[in-house]
């Protein structure tokens, strides 16, 4: 066995261990001694840390091994408090500035599903914000200390005339970065496609839960939102982290089967990209795949993903650790995966303009202006 088929035996058992109450079962073969490295840098990219740290003894992991995972652990949760931290400040400012937002993915939707701000891993502060609160959200990120991210091509600020009109159409989000904070990420759009969801911001914020345990004024979506977002992010980024599936796992069961089942009918973006993320989450969570029907084509689609994810061939979230050649050769394969997945033609054209417009409008912008 290696290390990437103990890591899913071993996330099959963990899931299903929590999913039933804690019932004994059987732990996955032991590696040779060479192996945990492996193994240790894979629960890392994948983001499993804490999951695995918690179930050290259930998984046999030698002793080394799970003092490795308790001291990341700790680690995760230092950087968990000044994420949340940082979120409750960015939301308190917002709220004082009358600027409706969500908080969304991160230490919000971490503590929705697990009560702790760090159980996911760190990342980013991911703000949903209205098309017309975009120039509200960003001043008032820079008054906190918050700084844009300049992309090459793409220098453009709020009142930028054409050039920002470009941008909030080619691109759905916008990065502030901080030094030693985490990054913000201003989205006025949660995919690219506007009917990916099913819901805009109008209808998430008025199902929206409250997180006061990260902030007085933080809100982030609630399970069924948040599962019809992470399928769709999932699928846009061929789900580069076991991470995700097991959040899939967990909104799901969040949202119910029966609430499942009813988003998952019909031809609608929201309904495909649904029954494929339940496709994918089905390999460490099997009971998912009977939820609603998965077509052959869902069910290909799913082993791709999951191949990809297992082998680092597919997703985005991966290409910084590779070097020049190799990201680029994984960047074209997202790309190619990106228009295979679409869950209907509509997205697919959708993405392609969008793509299409910031490549070429910001590249004649770049070179005009040298």
């Known amino acids: 066995m290696n290390a990437s088929s103990w890591m899913l035996a071993a996330l099959v058992l963990v899931t299903d261990v929590e999913r039933s109450g804690g019932r004994a079962a059987v732990a996955p073969p032991p590696l040779d001694d060479g192996d945990w490295p492996v193994v240790l840098g894979q629960i890392r990219r994948h983001r499993l840390t804490q999951l695995f740290a918690a179930h050290a003894d259930l998984l046999g992991l030698p002793q080394r091994v799970a003092a490795a995972l308790a001291d990341g652990r700790r680690r995760q949760t230092g950087e968990g408090l ?17 600027v409706d937002h969500l908080v969304v993915k991160g230490v919000s939707l971490s503590v929705l599903l697990h009560g702790e701000p760090a159980a996911r891993g760190t990342g980013d502060i991911d703000l949903w914000v209205r098309p017309d609160s975009v120039e509200q959200t960003e001043t008032v990120l ?31 989000e916008r990065a502030w970065d901080r030094p030693a904070r985490p990054t913000v990420d201003i989205h006025w759009r949660l995919a690219h496609h506007p009917g990916a969801l099913g819901f805009g911001f109008a209808e998430a914020s008025g199902r929206a839960v409250a997180v006061p345990s990260v902030g007085p004024h933080v809100r982030t979506l609630c ?20 991470r ?21 009918k019909g031809r609608s973006s929201r309904a495909r990209n649904l029954r494929l993320g339940l ?49 680029a050769a994984v960047s074209a394969r997202h790309q190619a995966w990106t228009f295979r997945s679409s869950p209907g033609p509509v997205s697919a054209v959708s993405y392609a303009l969008r793509w299409t417009t910031g490549v070429v409008g910001f590249g004649v912008t770049s070179w005009r202006r040298r």
């Open 244 to 264: 995700s599936l097991v959040d899939i796992v967990r909104l799901a069961d969040l949202s119910g089967r029966a609430t499942v089942a009813e988003l998952a």
């Open 279 to 327: 496709a994918v989450a089905s390999a460490i969570a099997p009971d998912l795949a009977d939820w609603v029907p998965l077509s052959g084509r869902c069910r290909r689609l799913a082993d791709t993903a999951l191949e990809g994810c297992l082998s680092l061939e597919l997703g985005g979230g991966v290409r910084h650790t590779l070097g020049p050649r190799e990201r």
């Open 82 to 98: 000044i994420a949340t931290a940082d979120a409750a400040l960015v939301s308190t400012a917002l709220h004082e500035a009358g």
């Open 223 to 242: 399970a069924p939102d948040a599962l019809v977002h992470m399928v769709e992010h999932g699928r846009k980024e061929a789900f580069p982290t076991l």
């Open 142 to 172: 820079a008054e906190l200390g918050w700084v844009a991210r300049v992309d090459p091509g793409l220098r453009t600020e709020p009142g930028d005339g054409w050039r920002w009109g470009l941008y909030r159409y080619a691109f759905h």
